[in-house]
């Protein structure tokens, strides 16, 4: 398969623009947290802890939408599955743990943002929101409109993201007013709630028995969805000298299987990060500091005892 991907060359591969965008990121968090946070009335660097979550979350970022499984996700649905779980489940819980407080409350309480927020956060609606735009995302004409336009692919996929940090706001918000979810149990039935709802979606996509989406099953579209990532002058010319036969060049799987895959891919990477926070909620509900007893008050002592 690599020998194969190489005939797209190296802007195809590696994004390179898109790596000087993470490495922007990179360097301007650095700033902001380090030498110049004096001038934002910050005494506090980061956490080590929060230069790591920050740090793998660009990593992440950079792998998933500029490496070559970007291009990937553009032949397979499989690699765009594993792509969609880690940019809209896993990203945006490394970027709310790595980027301190005080980042998230000049950016999220300011007028204009918090009324909305304050809606949008609502478990209720957070949780329909996210999981309503994923199931409308992966209807086939959602998705292979993603797939023909710049415009829409860009647009959609930020939506995405944005629900994907609004979703995790009600449990580990970093700013107080937007995180209402208080008791352990609740967060619990919140979470699992969130596993639940996005079932649909992906069973939708293991067990149909026919291709849902034209930009894996049709040459026309195929090219389309390519078009998004590889250079117009390297698609044109190898669509020109017949290089380019389909997706099957690059996969010993069919159409169908290699979709089966995708929401098998998908659901095991939700039920994986689901699990991983449920864990951490039980532990911070039963860690031996929270089921300590209070001592009992000290008897009063009487007078003339």
Request: some cysteine; aromatic content about 16%.
């Amino acid at each position: 398969m690599w020998l194969n991907l190489q005939i797209f060359g190296f802007r195809a591969l590696w994004s390179p623009y898109f790596f000087l965008f993470v490495v922007a990121l990179g360097v301007a968090y650095y700033l902001i947290t380090g030498p110049l946070r004096h001038k934002f009335g910050v005494v506090d660097k980061p956490t080590i802890k929060q230069y790591w979550f920050f740090y793998i979350g660009l990593f992440l970022l950079y792998i998933v939408k500029g490496s070559p499984v970007d291009l990937l996700t553009h032949i397979m649905l499989s690699a765009h599955m594993a792509q969609m779980a880690i940019y809209i489940l896993v990203f945006p819980i490394l970027m709310i743990k790595g980027i301190p407080k005080w980042i998230w409350e000049k950016i999220l309480l300011k007028p204009v943002v918090k009324p909305i927020l304050k809606v949008l956060t609502f478990p209720l609606i957070a949780i329909v929101l996210f999981n309503g735009a994923f199931s409308f995302y992966h209807l086939p004409s959602i998705f292979d409109l993603t797939k023909s336009s710049d415009v829409a692919h860009i647009a959609i996929h930020l939506v995405l993201l944005i629900f994907g940090f609004l979703v995790w706001f009600p449990v580990m918000s970093p700013v107080e007013e937007f995180g209402p979810i208080k008791h352990p149990l609740v967060k619990i039935f919140y979470i699992f709630g969130n596993s639940v709802l996005i079932t649909p979606a992906c069973v939708l996509i293991i067990f149909s028995d026919v291709p849902l989406y034209a930009a894996y099953s049709s040459s026309g579209a195929w090219l389309q969805a390519l078009a998004l990532c590889v250079p117009g002058d390297v698609l044109n010319g190898l669509a020109s000298t017949s290089q380019l036969s389909g997706p099957e060049m690059f996969s010993a799987l069919s159409t169908l299987e290699d979709q089966q895959l995708g929401g098998i891919i998908m659901k095991i990477m939700q039920e994986i990060t689901y699990g991983i926070i449920l864990a951490k909620v039980f532990y911070a509900w039963f860690s031996p500091e929270t089921l300590k007893i209070d001592p009992l008050p000290p008897k009063p002592i009487h007078e003339g005892s």
